[in-house]
């Protein structure tokens, strides 16, 4: 910040006076003139907070001061440091949300053993390596650019090609249909002129016999004009009989040249008629590969702090509401990468939704499916309790593409970083078994949970399994092992069903009884009952998050609403 910076005192700013400020108090977050800061060093309640000059808080950068070091919630200043939440405490805090915590630490202790220059250090190589790791994506980008200009190319040269060949084919066809009707307009011609011929010549003989005819007199010899008359008699006979014969020769009987098309070739081009472009052009997105990127230092339980801090701020803002039509009783729902829905009924009925709730088609599986979950934009799995089995399905061409066969009834099914996590276990059984498998269906891990609920409705991250609890009213947290983190309960909620997580790792759980949404973050400390002032939501069963759109979907259990709401912060 530059040195002509002017930081006027705070105590004559109330007083609507103007004086510059010579100290900065920490503690209260404001400058002071020489003499409220005398006023201050004497006052019981400002002896022991921290000052420095004015000139030293300059020199300190912007985003540094604008760090409280007050507690937002109480409003208290913050002295103790939780090392179970990573989290900067004040009193309230201490008495109110870390009491079963161990290992508090006051602030000041922390500061002394911390040392910020390691801090900075780790931090300038996280920096360092997101900046690598950008690189790669904007190489990754360039590359992805020139595949696709090739993939361009290669698609005008494959239509093009088609053409050549339609059109190649399409020519031997034609030349070999030209080449027939040569010939057999070649042996026609032949034949007709033959046939001409002897019309003629029989003809001409018959102009001759006329011309013989003619000259016959009665007045002749009548022995031998008798004999002549009777030759001439006889030669017309046999021309008569000849013109018979001719009549029904087939040169002489009208005829057409015609051609029957081969049936497939009229099928061909039936079809091709109908055909409106040569293909459908789509955009096939592929789950990249983040081996590549490396690792940070910093851990992810802090970065999860930081947001679930932003809980206290977060709302709901109504988008849209319709129903989903044809409907009976919702199963589960998942939210595709386009905004979509794939909703899953009771009897086991899978279909897909456009982002409004408009039906689009039915994915003509056999099997009664229980729970869905999605693996990429265009592949989904589903649970089938009856079957206990996990069905792979590609959703575009509604093909099952792979099978997981298990040992007992599976409901509950989630997915996260390539592995799958799956509730098994009979309607009867007092302990219910959490699964967790990989792709191939080799188990990981198993954990043993005893409820009176069935577990319809579970997600997990890579070290946590969370699920709701229907008739305890409580959402639950478990590590791989089984053991319990945490359980959430409050007066709000009642009859917890469908869950999900946002970007942050934050839970979002719609309450079927209360008709309600309850956030809480991951690690159970923070939680928020969300209301909308201008909608009422009954009855909710499902419930999945965008993360691209950092929209939270809820439906009702007979499909009479699917309301979409955007999480804001205040």
Known sequence: MASSEVVQCGQCSSKAKSKKADIWCDNCEKGLCASCSMNHRKSKLTLHHKTVTIETYIKIPKFIRSTSTECFKHRQLLISYCPNHL?????????????????????????????????????????KTILCSFDK??????????????????????????RKEVNAQ??????????????????????????????HEEKHRVEEIVKQLQMVETHHAKMQTFLAVHEIEQQLHQYQLSVQDKAKHDTYIE????????????????????????????????????????????????????????????SLKLESKSSIKGIKTVSDMICLIDGRFVVVEENGRISLHSADGKFQKYISVTGKAFSVERIDHDTIITSYPDEKAIKFIKISSETVTKVITLDKPCRGISYCNDTIVVALSHNDDEYKEIRKINL???????????????????????DRVFFSDYIDDAVRCIDMSGNPIWEFKCDEMNGPCGLCKDNYGNIFVVAFVSGNIVVMSVDGEQSKVMFTDNDIISE????????????????????????NYKVLFK
């Open 87 to 127: 989290r900067p405490c004040c009193k309230e805090c201490i008495s109110s949300d870390h009491t079963k915590c161990t290992g508090i630490e006051s602030l000041k202790n922390i500061l002394e053993k911390t040392n910020v220059g390691d801090i900075k250090q780790a931090l300038e190589k996280d920096s």
């Open 137 to 162: 994506i904007s190489d990754k980008i360039l590359d992805n650019m020139k595949k696709r200009d090739n993939q361009y190319k290669i698609i005008k040269e494959s239509a093009k090609q088609i």
């Open 170 to 199: 399409i020519d031997r066809l034609e030349t070999r249909l030209f080449k027939e009707v040569d010939i057999l307009m070649d042996r026609e011609n032949v034949k007709t002129i033959d046939f001409k011929n002897q019309v």
């Open 255 to 314: 005829f057409e040249i015609s051609v029957k098309y081969d049936k497939m070739l009229e099928q061909i081009l039936s079809s091709f008629r109908l055909l409106e472009s040569f293909g459908n052009i789509s955009v096939c997105k592929q789950e990249s590969s983040n081996t590549d990127m490396a690792t940070f230092e910093t851990k992810e339980a802090q970065a999860q702090t930081r947001e679930q801090t932003l809980i206290h701020k977060m």
């Open 440 to 462: 191939k269906g080799n188990t990981l891990s198993s954990m043993y949970i005893q409820s009176e609920s069935n577990l319809y409705y579970l997600t997990h991250s890579n």
């Open 540 to 563: 909710p069963q499902c419930i999945c998050f965008n993360n691209k759109d950092r929209v939270v979907s809820i439906c009702h259990f007979k499909g009479e609403y699917l309301a």
